[in-house]
C-alpha cells in the first residue's frame, strides 16, 4: 500500500464523502471557486450541486477550503482511513 503524505506532513485518506445539506444554501459560490471541478450552482437558484460524488484523495484540502467557506455550513466532508 502506497501512504500519501500531505503538506502538513499528516497520512492522507484513502478517500472520503461529500455530504451536502442544501436546504442551508444561499448560493453565495465560494463553494464553487474553491473547487470548480466538484462544485457547481443550480442555474435557476444557485443552490450547490455535486459535480462528482467520488472525488480523488488530492481534492480533499480543496473541499475542505470550500467547506470552511461557505457561510452556512452546507458541505460536510467524510475522510475514509
Ligand atoms: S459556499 Fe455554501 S452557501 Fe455558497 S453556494 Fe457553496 S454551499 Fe451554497
Known amino acids: 500500500m502506497t501512504t500519501t503524505k500531505t ?4 497520512v492522507a485518506p484513502k478517500s472520503f ?6 436546504e442551508k444554501c444561499i ?3 465560494h463553494c464553487v471557486t474553491c473547487a ?6 443550480n ?9 462528482n460524488d467520488n472525488p480523488p484523495p488530492d ?3 480543496a473541499v ?6 461557505c457561510p452556512t455550513g452546507v458541505i460536510q466532508v467524510t475522510k475514509e482511513e
Do not use: K, T
Open 7 to 10: 503538506d502538513d506532513n499528516q
Open 17 to 22: 464523502r461529500i455530504i451536502l445539506h442544501q
Open 27 to 29: 448560493g453565495a459560490g
Open 36 to 41: 470548480p471541478d466538484i462544485f457547481g450552482q
Open 43 to 51: 442555474e435557476d437558484d444557485g443552490v450547490v450541486i455535486l459535480l
Open 59 to 61: 481534492r480533499l484540502a
Open 64 to 69: 475542505e477550503s470550500a467547506a470552511r467557506m
